[in-house]
């Protein structure tokens, strides 16, 4: 084979060994965007679910908070009453007291 045939050769195999690379290149950079867009749809999903497991979990805990909060104002509010109630029983035994404290008293001085 004559020289320049051979030279010849050698650059359509060089060019074809570029023209290779520079495909491989492309696909690795395609490969690499898909990659990355398929990773940031992950994390938005991620913290789509994140998001909305904490509002679960605040509905809940608010949930929580409001029932404990009924039974206490309702204990509270059953407190009154039985504090009330004994109030006003012993009422008529305390203003009895008061007049025969006061009228020891008017005794006493005279």
Same mark, same amino acid.
């Given at each position: 084979?004559?020289?320049?045939?051979?030279?010849?050769?050698?650059?359509?195999?060089?060019?074809?060994?570029?023209?290779?690379?520079?495909?491989? $290149?492309? /696909? +690795? %950079?395609?490969?690499?965007?898909?990659?990355? !867009? =398929?990773? @940031? *749809?992950?994390?938005?999903? #991620? &913290?789509?679910?994140?998001?909305?497991?904490?509002?679960?979990?605040?509905?809940?805990?608010?949930?929580?908070? $409001?029932? /404990? +909060? %009924?039974?206490?104002?309702?204990?509270?509010? !059953? =407190?009154? @009453? *039985?504090?009330?109630?004994? #109030? &006003?029983?012993?009422?008529?035994?305390?203003?009895?007291?008061?007049?025969?404290?006061?009228?020891?008293?008017?005794?006493?001085?005279?």
């Amino acid at each position: 084979m004559p020289r320049p045939d051979v030279l010849e050769q050698i650059k359509d195999v060089e060019q074809e060994a570029d023209e290779i690379v520079a495909l491989a $290149e492309d /696909e +690795r %950079e395609e490969r690499i965007a898909e990659a990355r !867009e =398929e990773a @940031e *749809e992950i994390r938005q999903t #991620a &913290e789509a679910e994140a998001r909305e497991l904490r509002e679960q979990r605040l509905g809940e805990a608010r949930g929580g908070i $409001e029932t /404990e +909060r %009924e039974e206490i104002l309702e204990a509270g509010a !059953e =407190e009154r @009453e *039985e504090l009330v109630e004994r #109030a &006003e029983f012993r009422e008529e035994e305390v203003i009895a007291h008061v007049v025969d404290e006061f009228k020891e008293a008017v005794h006493a001085q005279t």
